[in-house]
Nanobody, 113 residues
Framework: QVQLVESGGGLVQPGGSLRLSCAVP????????MGWYHQAPGDDRESVATITPVGSKSYSDSVKGRFTISRDNDRSIVYLQMDSLKPEDTGVYYC???????WGQGTQVTVSS
């Protein structure tokens, strides 16, 4: 059983910042493109950021310029730095090794004044 553990969510005011972390087994992190996904209430999960094993990054238009994905291969953690947060960023955030069936439990982010 592959275990992915997200953390770092919380309640933040609009314009604030959070940093999400995802602990990933080394064998998974080494071989897979990693993605962060956002699921707003009542919506499907959507990819917001991805990072390849060699560090190439991509972002959805909705977060480009505000969010930064990174990875620490030594600690086996994938991060999502979220700045200039907006109320529409509210939802559960999941990390996911793309092309696998593994998902973490998610971490809740609420952006509200």
């Amino acid at each position: 059983q592959v275990q992915l553990v997200e953390s770092g969510g919380g309640l933040v005011q609009p314009g604030g910042s959070l940093r999400l972390s995802c602990a990933v087994p080394k064998s998974i992190l080494r071989l897979n493109v990693m993605g962060w996904y956002h699921q707003a209430p009542g919506d499907d999960r959507e990819s917001v950021a991805t990072i390849t094993p060699v560090g190439s990054k991509s972002y959805s238009d909705s977060v480009k310029g505000r969010f930064t994905i990174s990875r620490d291969n030594d600690r086996s953690i994938v991060y999502l730095q979220m700045d200039s947060l907006k109320p529409e960023d509210t939802g559960v955030y999941y990390c996911h090794p793309i092309s696998t069936r593994f998902w973490g439990q998610g971490t809740q982010v609420t952006v509200s004044s």
